[in-house]
């Protein structure tokens, strides 16, 4: 496509391809925003326990509802925060993940 000048947006993940791709085309990158990002894990043992969790993740996605899942998901300490919502709009956001 030969694009130059790209502003390259990313959250989470799409955040670490944002910073891998300017790193390996800086010229062609004029800004990057990023969104709960980081360079991603850099010891051994905490890739080794990530793995180890995205399986149980995977595992209980396999072996259950959405429902259930988004139960667990919504019960992470990323989430903690929404705990401080009001009952009705915390149980607003869970209804609309599980409709999805």
């Known amino acids: 496509m030969n694009l130059t ?3 390259l947006v990313g ?3 799409g955040g670490r391809l944002t910073l891998d791709f ?4 800086p010229e062609k990158v ?3 925003v990023l969104e709960s990002s980081s360079f991603g894990l850099t010891t051994k ?3 080794e326990e990530r793995i180890i969790n995205d399986k149980k ?3 209980l996605i396999s072996k ?3 429902e259930d899942f988004i139960t667990y998901w919504m019960n992470i300490p990323l989430f903690n925060s929404l705990k401080s919502l009001s009952k009705k709009k915390y149980e607003k ?3 609309e993940k599980k409709s999805i």
């Open 93 to 95: 956001i869970v209804k």
């Open 45 to 47: 043992i905490e890739k």
């Open 11 to 13: 959250y989470s993940m």
């Open 30 to 32: 004029q800004a990057i």
């Open 64 to 66: 259950s509802s959405i």
């Open 5 to 7: 000048n790209i502003i």
């Open 22 to 25: 300017t790193f390996a085309f």
């Open 57 to 59: 993740i995977a595992e």
